[in-house]
């Protein structure tokens, strides 16, 4: 038997859409009031909860609530979804204000994986209960700016402490890159390389606890 469960919950946003969300609960006592919202990869390239079950079900074994959701357009959530992740940045929103007022939550972690990355990051601010971010393969490269460019000023800008995790062969994103943005970011800002791996490896269920790991330590130094 598993030492957490799942429960499903629809949660509705400000513009009436309605996202299919999952709560992964330790059976244990949890540890705190602290809550770990997870957002997924980009939507149009087939990014869903599913592929954060892993990470979510490992932070629940260690003791902390996480809740994964499907993005507008996405799985059995209603909506359509965007190109630029604009749109998501409610789905973020209502998703931490459900996790307040039905898990009990004082604080929130976003965790925001690929695609999902740049649209927590401009959700931060946003929230009230949010002490801080981890990224997992923000794409800041050239090439993903195009879509995501106008995503990077909201988290570059946070105060919040933030976690930046990359592969050093990110497709996206340089090691060079990566540095360059975080030079000139506000605030507390951590970064942790895994070396030879690729985007769409560390997002891989392989990284699952090494990534479950790297966001326990984070929580850690809140």
């Known amino acids: 038997m598993s030492n957490y469960t799942v429960e499903s919950s629809t949660v509705e946003t400000s513009d009436g859409v309605k996202l299919h969300t999952r709560a992964f609960k330790p059976r244990e006592e949890i540890k705190d009031n602290l809550v770990i919202v997870l957002v997924h990869p980009y939507s149009v390239l087939?990014?869903?909860?599913?592929l954060?079950?892993?990470?979510a079900a490992g932070l629940a074994d260690k003791g902390y609530s996480a809740v994964t959701f499907d993005m507008r357009g996405v799985g059995r959530s209603t909506g359509r979804a965007s190109?630029?992740?604009?749109?998501?940045i409610k789905d973020v929103i209502a998703v931490s204000k459900w996790v307040t007022e039905n898990l009990s939550a004082n604080r929130i972690l976003l965790v925001g994986s690929s695609a999902g990355a740049?649209?927590?990051?401009?959700?931060?601010d946003e929230i009230e209960k949010v002490v801080g971010?981890?990224?997992?393969?923000?794409?800041?490269?050239?090439?993903?700016?195009?879509?995501?460019?106008?995503?990077?000023?909201?988290?570059?800008q946070s105060q919040k402490?933030?976690?930046?995790?990359?592969?050093?062969?990110?497709?996206?994103?340089?090691?060079?890159?990566?540095?360059?943005?975080?030079?000139?970011?506000?605030g507390r800002n951590e970064m942790h390389l895994i070396e030879g791996v690729s985007h769409f490896q560390m997002e891989g269920p392989a990284y699952d606890?090494?990534?479950?790991?790297?966001?326990?330590?984070?929580?850690?130094?809140?």
């Open 46 to 50: 087939g990014g869903c909860q599913a």
């Open 118 to 124: 740049p649209i927590a990051g401009s959700a931060v």
């Open 161 to 186: 402490p933030k976690l930046f995790v990359m592969g050093t062969r990110d497709g996206f994103t340089s090691v060079k890159q990566l540095n360059n943005k975080l030079s000139s970011a506000a």
């Open 52 to 55: 954060l079950k892993g990470i």
């Open 209 to 222: 606890a090494q990534m479950v790991n790297l966001i326990h330590e984070f929580i850690a130094s809140l």
């Open 83 to 88: 190109i630029t992740g604009f749109a998501e």
């Open 133 to 156: 971010y981890v990224s997992l393969g923000y794409p800041f490269g050239m090439t993903a700016s195009i879509l995501f460019g106008r995503h990077h000023k909201a988290i570059l």
